[in-house]
C-alpha cells in the first residue's frame, strides 16, 4: 500500500493555523458525557500541538444534526470538559463557518486553540461540498486528521478538504489504528481467531468473507450467531434472527471449507422469556417457542477460552450477548477478562474494536489490557474488509 503522510516531530508547526480533526462523538445525555474514552486519548496530542506553540483549531462531529439548530448535538459539553484538561486558553467557536469566518479567528495567539461547534451543523460538511472546503481549509495551513473512525466518510473535514491543504497528515491515533489492525492481518502470528458479533449478518459479510481468508478460527456470537444456529435446524424461539440469511450463511460455510477457516457457534445458552428477565441454561434444540437467546452459555464460554488460549493473534468485534441487562453480560466478560489475561502474559497480540464492545467493558466496569482498543466502528470494520476509505486515499 502507498504509504500514508503522518505527522511527526520534524515538521514546523510553530506560530501556524493548525486544523486538528478529532472525534468526540461520544454519547451525551442531559449536557453529561457518559463515556468520555474518546477525548481522553486525544487529550496527549492536543497538548503536544500547543505546547509546539500551533494555533490550534479543533473540529469534530457529534450524531447526525437534523438542522443548525439541533441543540441536542452541541459539542458544548465536551469544551467544557476540555477546558478543565487543558491548560492552555481554549475558546468556542458556536456559529457556522462562512467565507468570514477567518476574520473572525484571527485573534488566537500561538500555543491557544478555538474549539468549534459540530461541524456537522454546517450543510457542506456531510455533502463534502467544494464552497464549505474552501472556507474550511481557509482556516488554516496544516491540517491533520486523527479521527480514524471517520476515514470511511467522503464528507469535508475527512476528504475534500485535503485538496485545498498541500500541507495534510494523519495524526498519531489515525496511524496507531491502521498499524494495530495491520498487524493482525498482514503480520499475524497464528494460530489466528477473530471473534464477531452483532445482529445482522448481512451488514458484515464482506467482513466476515474476508476474515475468513486470514484467520484460523472465526467464532461467531451475539444475536448473529441465532442465524447460524437455526441453520443447522436448531430452534431458536423468539430469539432476534434475520430473515433471508440461509443464502448467505450457506455461502460462508463454503467459503470457509475452501480457506480451511473453521467456524465455531454456540451450542448452550442463556435464555429467557424477556430481555429484561433472569438467565436460565439451555443446550441445542431444547430452547422452548417462547423464549429469547440472550447470551452464550458455560460450554461455549468454556470453548471460546480453550479456543483463545491456543491462539496468538485474537481480533474481537461485537459483545457476545445482550450486555445491557447484566444477567447477559457473562458471555462478554469472560472473553474479555481471557483475551486481557493472555495479552498480559504476553502470549497474545489482541485487538478489540467496536462501540458495543467497548460500551459492555465500560459498563461493567471491566480492568482489561489490550494490545489495542479500537474507537473506531464502520471504519474499522471497513479497513479489515480491504475497502479503500476515502480518508485515508486523499493521504497517501
Wanted: with cysteine.
Amino acid at each position: 500500500m502507498e504509504k500514508i503522510r503522518s505527522f511527526n516531530e520534524n515538521i514546523d508547526i510553530k506560530n501556524k493555523r493548525v486544523i486538528l480533526r478529532s472525534d468526540f462523538n461520544v454519547p451525551i445525555i442531559n449536557e453529561i458525557i457518559q463515556d468520555n474514552t474518546r477525548i481522553n486519548l486525544s487529550i496527549p496530542f492536543i497538548q503536544n500541538l500547543l505546547k509546539r506553540e500551533a494555533k490550534l483549531l479543533l473540529i469534530s462531529h457529534l450524531g447526525r444534526p437534523r438542522g443548525y439548530k439541533d441543540k441536542n448535538l452541541s459539542l458544548k459539553p465536551v469544551f467544557k470538559y476540555l477546558e478543565k484538561k487543558i491548560k492552555n486558553k481554549i475558546y468556542f467557536f458556536s456559529e457556522k463557518i462562512t467565507n468570514k469566518t477567518k476574520d473572525k479567528v484571527h485573534f488566537i495567539n500561538n500555543g491557544e486553540m478555538i474549539f468549534f461547534e459540530n461541524i456537522r451543523l454546517n450543510e457542506g460538511e456531510i455533502k463534502n461540498d467544494e464552497n464549505f472546503a474552501k472556507n474550511l481549509s481557509s482556516l488554516g495551513e496544516v491540517y491533520i486528521n486523527d479521527a480514524f473512525s471517520c476515514a470511511h466518510r467522503k464528507q469535508t473535514s475527512i476528504h475534500k478538504i485535503t485538496k485545498h491543504i498541500k500541507n495534510s497528515y494523519a495524526g498519531p491515533l489515525f496511524m496507531k489504528e491502521i498499524n494495530s489492525i495491520d498487524m493482525v492481518l498482514k503480520n499475524k502470528k497464528r494460530p489466528t481467531t477473530c471473534i464477531i458479533g452483532g445482529s445482522k449478518v448481512s451488514t458484515k459479510l464482506g467482513v466476515i468473507t474476508s476474515l475468513i481468508k486470514k484467520v484460523d478460527n472465526l467464532i461467531i456470537v451475539g444475536a448473529m450467531a441465532n442465524n447460524f444456529v437455526k441453520f443447522k435446524g436448531n430452534k431458536v424461539g423468539k430469539s432476534l434472527v434475520e430473515t433471508g440469511s440461509e443464502k448467505i450463511i450457506e455461502e460462508i460455510y463454503n467459503k470457509s471449507n475452501n480457506s480451511n477457516c473453521e467456524i465455531i457457534t454456540p451450542f448452550d445458552f442463556a435464555i429467557s422469556d424477556t430481555a429484561d428477565g433472569e438467565a436460565k441454561f439451555k443446550d441445542l434444540n431444547s430452547i422452548s417457542d417462547n423464549e429469547i437467546i440472550l447470551d452464550i452459555g458455560p460450554q461455549t464460554i468454556n470453548n471460546i477460552r480453550n479456543i483463545i488460549d491456543i491462539s496468538k493473534t485474537v481480533l474481537w468485534n461485537g459483545p457476545a450477548g445482550y450486555f445491557e441487562n447484566k444477567n447477559f453480560s457473562n458471555g462478554t466478560i469472560s472473553i474479555a477478562k481471557k483475551i486481557s489475561e493472555n495479552t498480559n502474559k504476553k502470549s497474545l497480540i489482541s485487538i478489540v474494536g467496536g462501540g458495543d464492545t467497548i460500551s459492555s467493558i465500560k459498563n461493567n466496569g471491566l480492568d482489561v489490557n489490550f494490545t489495542h482498543l479500537s474507537t473506531a466502528g464502520g471504519a474499522f470494520l471497513e479497513y479489515i474488509e480491504g475497502k479503500n476509505l476515502p480518508g485515508i486515499e486523499v493521504l497517501k
